[in-house]
């Protein structure tokens, strides 16, 4: 993230940004919304046989190193 990189959806990062202000950073409320988000909820396991996706509809997973633990 930095100004260089233009957001993909530049809308809903205004629409997060302006309910945060609105919650007073409420860091509660804030997980709340991006868990029991749509988004959130999908499968990080792609369809069998299914080549990388074009809009990463779902993540790669891997371990998570010591430093990152």
Known sequence: ?????????????????????????DLKWL????????TYQLSSRGASGES?????QHGRMRPLSA???
């Open 52 to 56: 990388l996706p074009q809009w990463f």
């Open 1 to 25: 993230m930095s100004p260089s990189n233009d957001p993909s959806h530049p809308e809903l990062l205004n629409d997060l940004t302006a309910k945060t202000v609105e919650h007073k950073f």
């Open 67 to 69: 430093e990152e633990l």
């Open 31 to 38: 997980i709340r919304e991006i868990v029991l988000s749509n």
